[in-house]
């Protein structure tokens, strides 16, 4: 079993920048992947960001490519998503999700067998 913890969510300015941690625990030798989704109110969950825990190759999605960046440190099995630029529509619950299966997808919630219980980000206009 992972257990995954996120923090750093909170309320921010519009333009503004926020990092969100997830730290990792148990069996975490196990996980392949770590990645980030968010749900906006009302909204279905949608890919953010990955990382592959062994090699470090990042994915994000289309919208958030040059201002957000996913990084990790395996020492502290610890993932984290710095985001700049946040804009209101942003404004979602966070998850961090990690999968011990390598199975080449990293962009659905089907692909992950481990999440978090999600961190609120509030984007102010």
């Known amino acids: 079993q992972v257990q995954l913890v996120e923090s750093g969510g909170g309320l921010v300015q519009a333009g503004g920048s926020l990092r969100l941690s997830c730290a990792a625990s148990?069996?975490?030798?196990?996980?392949?992947?770590m990645g980030w989704f968010r749900q906006p109110p009302g909204k279905e969950r949608e890919f953010v960001a990955a990382i592959n825990r062994r090699y470090g190759t990042t994915y994000s999605s289309e919208s958030v490519k040059g201002r957000f960046t996913i990084s990790k440190d395996n020492a502290k099995n610890t993932v984290y998503l710095r985001m700049n630029s946040l804009q209101p529509e942003e404004a979602a619950v966070y998850y961090c999700?990690?999968?011990?299966?390598?199975?080449?997808?990293?962009?659905?919630?089907?692909?992950?067998?481990?999440w978090g219980q999600g961190t609120q980000v509030t984007v102010s206009s």
């Open positions: 148990g069996r975490t030798f196990s996980i392949y992947t």
């Open positions: 999700a990690a999968t011990t299966r390598n199975s080449g997808d990293v962009y659905t919630t089907a692909a992950y067998n481990y």
